[in-house]
T-cell receptor, first 113, second 110 residues
Framework: DAEITQSPRHKITETGRQVTLACHQTWNHNNMFWYRQDLGHGLRLIHYSYGVQDTNKGEVSDGYSVSRSNTEDLPLTLESAASSQTSVYFC????????????FGPGTRLTVL | DAKTTQPPSMDCAEGRAANLPCNHSTISGNEYVYWYRQIHSQGPQYIIHGLKNNETNEMASLIITEDRKSSTLILPHATLRDTAVYYCIVTLYNFNKFYFGSGTKLNVKP
């Protein structure tokens, strides 16, 4: 069955380290998204991509970057991790051409010490 | 994108209908209403969406008022497994960006 996976599921890192969170989907969806969710809050959009080589900033993009070299993957990189980036990160994907149902991954819990 | 307002929490008895309201008074004519839910710490799950007509699927019904300024998600027979945070989102159909608010925590009680 097609799916969307994230790895690692849990990560502990230190301030200043570079961290990359992986997101892989097998639906061949053009659109992919990264969100963060802080305790007791809704999801906030970090970056999104409408296709290969396309990336766009969301509402909380500072300190994060993404690259889209193929359809299946959208890795999220924290260039220099900060304690404020401790959060749960969700990746999602959706078809293009107007079908906006987003399918979410299981999430990655990141702790920055 | 239009903003949405939802009550922070609601209770519902198991087996009863759960009616979750959402206000979106600034919605524009080409914006859709989407509902997602998040069970515990899992990724959000799509429930239903609509433009101006009422919609129904195997999970829920969506009732949108004639002026489109508010909507109600109806879970016809709530179960304990429906306990979750429910998010109402308004977005352009082709815009592909969702802005999640704080949602409504639905507590289904036996």
């Amino acid at each position: 069955d097609a799916e969307i996976t994230q790895s690692p599921r849990h990560k502990i890192t230190e301030t200043g380290r570079q961290v990359t969170l992986a997101c892989h989907q097998t639906w061949n969806h053009n659109n992919m998204f990264w969100y963060r969710q802080d305790l007791g809050h809704g999801l906030r959009l970090i970056h999104y991509s409408y296709g290969v080589q396309d990336t766009n900033k969301g509402e909380v993009s500072d300190g994060y970057s993404v690259s889209r070299s193929n359809t299946e993957d959208l890795p999220l990189t924290l260039e220099s991790a900060a304690s404020s980036q401790t959060s749960v990160y969700f990746c999602a994907s959706s078809e293009s051409l107007g079908r906006n149902e987003q399918f979410f991954g299981p999430g990655t819990r990141l702790t920055v010490l | 994108d239009a903003k949405t307002t939802q009550p922070p929490s609601m209770d519902c008895a198991e087996g009863r209908a759960a009616n979750l309201p959402c206000n979106h008074s600034t919605i524009s004519g080409n914006e859709y209403v989407y509902w997602y839910r998040q069970i515990h710490s899992q990724g959000p799950q799509y429930i239903i969406h609509g433009l101006k007509n009422n919609e129904t699927n195997e999970m829920a019904s969506l009732i949108i008022t004639e002026d489109r300024k508010s909507s109600t998600l109806i879970l016809p027979h709530a179960t304990l497994r429906d306990t979750a945070v429910y998010y109402c989102i308004v977005t352009l159909y082709n815009f592909n960006k969702f802005y999640f608010g704080s949602g409504t925590k639905l507590n289904v009680k036996p």
